[in-house]
């Protein structure tokens, strides 16, 4: 395996600003070095694009979230964008730009879910952060300013652990008769946390080590990394759920993931593409204006995002 184009350096610059090791530190150091990472690969957030922050509530449990306008609406759906950061690191600033630029290019609303991170709010604690958000959104579109959109127009976005949760939320949206979603678009998601309670194989960007303690962190409780809303693959039921747009990398040990999920998805017929990303390491999502490869890679999610949301898709499905 080879790295793409600009991979390598990018590789280089994040482990200069995020140390492999950064996983023994602090957790509030950790947190720090994570965000700092949008000065060290700067993005800025395209132009006309607004943003301001919200509340929202469902059956009691308060969320916030972000709200992403672009300068020209082109549909009614909603995205919503769920962070990675293992569930321990991450905040609405450490994606802010990536979410923005998600909401310029496909013409959507689009809302970043913020949740309690672990290890304070270890599982489920940032699932139900997330589905408090989603269904507190989705129930209150006009309260928030969002005339117009539809609330059974939902696609639901992540990168890592929030893939995980992406994943999941389609779950728990089916199992509780929750929002109906039109699409799901997972990056490198990470599915079976049972690989990791004792460390793991390394990939660049992506360590044994940290995937343990992000495990720890999530599941304090050894049997909780065996609950299906926090490891699908190992017993989750796959029927009825939202069409898939699933990306794994070829540098990422969490790629079998994706391939498994597509797999499963695709035996319960549920529409689904699976793209492998060559040269590419675990979710890179941050390379993109030091990579061309990984620029087109994110050019090609944002597509796969607006077929999703299109209505015409969505009447389609199953």
């Known amino acids: 395996m080879a790295y793409a184009d600009g991979i390598e350096k ?44 919200a509340t929202v509530v469902h059956e ?25 950061g ?17 909401a310029d290019r496909t013409g959507l609303v689009t809302i970043a879910l913020d949740f309690g991170m672990a290890p304070e709010n270890p599982f489920p604690g940032p699932l139900e952060d997330c589905y408090a958000g989603l269904c507190g959104t989705l129930a209150d579109l006009p309260g928030l300013g969002l ?68 495990t720890a962190c999530y599941c304090p409780q050894p049997e909780q990394a065996t609950d299906p809303y926090v490891s699908p693959l190992l017993g989750a039921e796959f029927h009825d759920l939202p069409p898939a747009y699933v990306v794994g990398c070829e540098m990422d040990s969490l790629c079998v993931d994706a391939e498994k999920y597509t797999a499963l998805l695709k035996e319960n017929g549920t529409p689904v593409t699976f793209v492998r990303e060559e040269g590419m390491v675990h979710a890179p999502v941050r390379a993109r204006r030091v990579s061309e490869p990984a620029a087109d890679f994110f050019a090609r999610y944002c597509t796969a995002v607006s077929a999703l949301a299109a209505k015409e898709s969505a009447d389609g499905r199953h």
Request: hydrophobic share 40%; aromatic share 8%.
């Open 147 to 214: 005339d117009g959109l539809d609330p059974d127009g939902a696609v639901i976005c992540g990168e890592s652990s929030g893939a995980n949760m992406a994943v999941v939320l389609s779950m728990i949206a089916r199992d509780r008769g929750g929002p109906r979603l039109r699409g799901q678009a997972v990056i490198s998601p990470v599915l079976d946390f049972t690989r990791w309670r004792h460390g793991g194989e390394d990939a660049p960007l992506l360590s044994g080590g940290e995937m343990e303690f992000y």
């Open 60 to 84: 009691g449990r308060t969320a916030r979230i972000r709200i992403y306008e672009p300068a020209e609406r082109a549909g009614d759906a909603v995205l919503f964008y769920i962070r990675g």
């Open 86 to 102: 293992g569930f321990v690191i991450g905040s609405l600033h450490s994606h802010h730009s990536l979410v923005a630029e998600l």
């Open 10 to 53: 990018f590789v280089e610059t994040v482990n200069g600003a995020l140390p492999p090791d950064f996983y023994t530190y602090p957790v509030d150091r950790q947190r720090v070095l994570y965000d700092s990472l949008t000065e060290v690969l700067p993005i800025p957030v395209p132009d006309g694009v607004r943003h301001r922050d």
